[in-house]
DNA sequence: ATGGTTTTTACTGCGTC
DNA sequence: GACGCGGTAAAAACCAT
């Protein structure tokens, strides 16, 4: 909608103290100055004629009406501020300073090689700064969000140090153009707990993340596969001891449910299911064994995994430790 | 898009407290 | 009768192609 050209003369319209009487004139001329006939304004031509004599007395009017009318419209959004629409297209939403390309003065004439070269210079400097700033508020927004997901899924410093060495990675090798920051922010989360080997479900990360699910996991791909960070799958003995602690069942339990995991991985049982899974069945058959009861369907809330999987699993858990000490 | 696999949902019957 | 558990069929979700 708005279009880079558009910034400058947006802020020239601005009904600012810096507003030159030549153009408080211009707004205020109803009366044709040839003829003193009365003058209207045509919106679609971006002309201001006069009616009797068809002079055109002000044909600059184009941007006008779309200005004010997107004025208007982030009003309405309560984000308004006095001065020029701003566009979320650009990083800094179109309020940094900018300096023209044209060599020429505000008057229009060329300049001299010498301040051709200051410009030159300035705006390299001035580019630079910007894209600084730019940065360094991505990076902040982006650790902020990623320490608030942490700790709202209780995970430890060093899962955050990792997340924001991935985040940061992703900033250098430009994979945010088209991807939200909360979302790359929660895929490299999701990326660092399972490599330091704290994970967490996709399910359990989106819930606390302003991104859909499907989303996080889109972007986790992608981060992973253009950072080349590779990502074994989540062993689900990382998630017994989490599992095993809320639901307040011994250390003797939990135990259990490491080795049912160790044999069911050695009879091959686990392959293409889900890892969350078999950490519950583990320790719901694991509690079984030790006769520290827990029912199914606490172990499935906890796990948020369904009563019939936990079934199922820890049926092919019991049978593959049978299996391997027969 | 499609097909195969896994998980979930919903419902059932059975035994126990 | 409520609860825990097991089983089943159909729907939904997931994943590789």
Redesign the pocket.
């Known amino acids: 909608m708005t279009d880079i050209g558009t910034r400058g003369r947006a802020d020239h319209h601005a009904p600012t103290e810096r507003e030159t009487d030549d153009e408080r004139e211009r707004e205020e001329r109803t009366v044709c100055p040839e003829c003193s006939g009365h003058v209207a304004t045509d919106e679609a031509q971006g002309e201001t004629v006069c009616e009797d004599c068809g002079l055109v007395v002000d044909e600059d009017a184009v941007d006008r009406g779309p200005e004010w009318r997107a004025f208007d419209a982030s009003e309405r959004d309560e984000q308004s501020r006095v001065g020029a629409p701003t566009t979320n297209t650009m990083h800094d939403k179109g309020l940094s300073t900018n300096i023209g390309w044209q060599d020429e003065d505000a008057y229009g004439n060329a300049l001299s090689a010498r301040k051709r070269e200051k410009m030159q210079r300035l705006r390299t400097w001035n580019e630079r700064f910007r894209t600084r700033d730019a940065r360094e508020r991505n990076l902040k927004q982006a650790l902020g969000e990623i320490d608030r997901m942490a700790s709202a899924l209780g995970l430890p410093g060093n899962v955050r140090e990792t997340a924001s060495v991935v985040y940061r990675r992703a900033l250098d090798e430009e994979l945010l153009p088209g991807r939200s920051i909360e979302g790359v922010a929660t895929a490299s989360l999701y990326a660092a707990a399972r490599q330091v080997g704290t994970p967490r479900s ?2 359990e990360i989106a819930t606390v993340s302003r991104v859909e ?2 989303e996080v ?1 889109r972007t986790y791909r992608y981060v992973i596969r253009e950072l080349g960070i590779e990502i074994r799958p989540a062993d689900p003995a990382e998630y017994v001891p989490r599992f095993a602690s809320e639901l307040d069942v011994p250390d003797e339990a939990e135990r259990r449910a490491r080795e049912l995991l160790q044999t069911a991985r050695d009879e091959g049982v686990h ?4 890892p ?3 950490a519950a069945a583990a320790v ?1 058959a694991a509690a ?1 064994l030790t006769n520290d ?6 172990v ?1 809330d906890v796990a ?12 092919e858990i019991l049978d593959a430790s049978d299996a391997a000490s027969a």
């Not at 009861?293 to 606490?298: A, G, I, N, P, R």
């Open positions: 996709l399910d699910k499907q996991g392959s293409g299911k889900s969350v899974g078999l719901y079984l009861k827990v029912t199914q369907s606490t499935g948020n995994v369904s009563e019939v999987t936990i079934r199922n699993r820890y049926q």
